[in-house]
């Protein structure tokens, strides 16, 4: 069984960056990847990435936001520039054992943390 332990969230203004960490316990060696989800509003995808360090993005964080993962240390991360105030929402860190490559973005996944805020001002 994997967990998965989010931190790095807070409060930005628009423009500000934030870096997110996911650390998980146990074998992640597999499809891993960051969806949000903003209260009222149905869950999206942002992130993915295989065990290749091969990375998708969803179109609205294309080119601001950066997936990568440190495999020495199990942990995820999602680093966040040019932050708008539509990126805000709970984050979560998600990870697929069925899957170690052609990882789609998606907001439903096998395994997810508890997620971490991000809120971006105006």
């Given at each position: 069984?994997?967990?998965?332990?989010?931190?790095?969230?807070?409060?930005?203004?628009?423009?500000?960056?934030?870096?997110?960490?996911?650390?998980?316990?146990?074998?992640?060696?597999y499809c891993m990847g960051w969806?949000?989800?903003?209260?009222?509003?149905?869950?999206?995808?942002?992130?993915?990435?295989?065990?290749?360090?091969?990375?998708?993005?969803?179109?609205?964080?294309?080119?601001?936001?950066?997936?990568?993962?440190?495999?020495?240390?199990?942990?995820?991360?999602?680093?966040?520039?040019?932050?708008?105030?539509?990126?805000?929402?709970?984050?979560?860190?998600?990870?697929?054992?069925?899957?170690?490559?052609?990882?789609?973005?998606?907001?439903?996944?096998?395994?997810?943390?508890?997620?971490?805020?991000?809120?971006?001002?105006?």
């Open positions: 069984q994997v967990q998965l332990v989010e931190s790095g969230g807070g409060s930005v203004q628009a423009g500000g960056s934030l870096r997110l960490s996911c650390r998980a316990s146990g074998y992640s060696r969806f949000r989800q903003t209260l009222g509003k149905e869950r999206e995808g942002v992130a993915t990435i295989d065990i290749d360090a091969g990375t998708r993005y969803a179109d609205y964080v294309k080119g601001r936001f950066t997936i990568s993962k440190d495999n020495a240390n199990n942990t995820l991360y999602l680093q966040m520039n040019s932050l708008k105030p539509e990126d805000t929402a709970m984050y979560y860190c998600a990870l697929d054992p069925s899957r170690k490559w052609y990882c789609p973005i998606r907001s439903e996944w096998n395994y997810r943390g508890q997620g971490t805020q991000v809120t971006v001002s105006s």
